[in-house]
């Protein structure tokens, strides 16, 4: 790809580099060659057909499965470190399924994702009252008044709410969201637009989604992924304009071509 590589620090802001990112499973590359740069300040969507390897190129940034290639972050080389180092790096995601603690209440499920950056005396102090930066994400996710309740009662937007709500706490810079609005109502879908707005001025934020009219709305930047691929990249205009786009969700590939 030609894709221009962002320079160290441009105008003091952040980013995350993948170059030549390659995930493969036995023989069969999930993720093949991606080279994508996701820069602080815009929503960075990433779409693409079911199995493209969006989730897994989150896995192996994550290091949930191994890549080959870099991703590289404030001079961390991501590919090769431990899930907890990466999180300590300042790198969060999500799962398509929320994964809270059902039984504990929202504010400890808070407690428990801040505790990454807490030696267990700073843990202990902090149980005597809600520390600001917990209370400021509660605000900020907009689930203050339900601090006390056990996360298992909350509706699902909220549950995907409270997840994004253990990233600002453990202060990740960047955020990996797999799917966060799917299966949410018009409302709740909106309502997370926002605060994904609100919060992605200072961070880099990357959303998979399939929901184009939310991908409309919310997108600075798009890329598409297509068997393991990057196919393209740019407003959400270019990638609707961009009739290879049109061909890979109507599944009438070029490569389809090729193997028929
Ligand atoms: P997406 O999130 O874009 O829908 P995934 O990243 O989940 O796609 O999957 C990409 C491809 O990799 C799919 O063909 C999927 O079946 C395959 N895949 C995912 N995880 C594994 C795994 N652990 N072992 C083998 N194949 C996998
Ligand atoms: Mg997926």
Redesign the pocket.
């Known amino acids: 790809m030609s894709r221009k590589i962002a320079p160290p620090d441009p105008r003091g802001m952040d980013y995350l580099e993948i170059r030549g990112l390659t995930v493969d ?2 023989g ?1 590359k ?2 093949d060659g991606v080279d994508v740069t996701l820069l602080q300040g815009q929503l960075h969507f990433l779409i ?1 057909p ?8 989150v ?1 192996a940034v994550t290091g949930l ?1 191994s890549g080959s290639g870099h991703a590289t972050y404030r001079g961390h080389q991501l590919l090769g470190m431990k899930s907890h180092q990466i999180v300590r790096a300042g790198v969060g995601r999500t799962f398509q399924t929320a994964t809270v603690f059902e039984e504990l209440t929202v504010l400890q499920n808070l407690d428990i994702a801040g505790g990454v950056h807490r030696s267990a005396w700073g843990m202990l102090r902090a149980r005597r009252g809600v520390p600001d930066y917990v209370a400021s994400a509660l605000e900020t996710i907009g689930l203050t008044d339900l601090a006390d309740r056990p996360a298992g009662v909350l509706a699902h937007g909220q549950k995907q709410w409270l997840e994004i709500g253990m990233l600002l706490v453990q202060d990740s810079k960047v955020m990996l969201l797999d799917e966060p609005v799917a299966g949410m109502s018009a409302e709740e879908r909106a309502e997370t637009g926002e605060l994904l707005r609100r919060i992605g001025t200072e961070r880099t934020i990357v959303v ?1 989604e399939h929901d184009m009219e939310f991908v409309r709305q919310y997108a600075d930047i798009v890329t598409v ?1 297509h068997a ?1 691929k990057v196919l393209t990249e740019g407003s959400v205009a270019d990638i609707q304009a961009d009739p290879r786009v049109q061909e890979v969700y109507l599944g009438r590939t070029a490569e389809g071509a090729e193997h028929a």
């Open positions: 499973f036995d069969f999930a993720v693409g079911n199995g493209a390897g969006k989730t897994t190129l896995d499965v998979i992924m393991g």
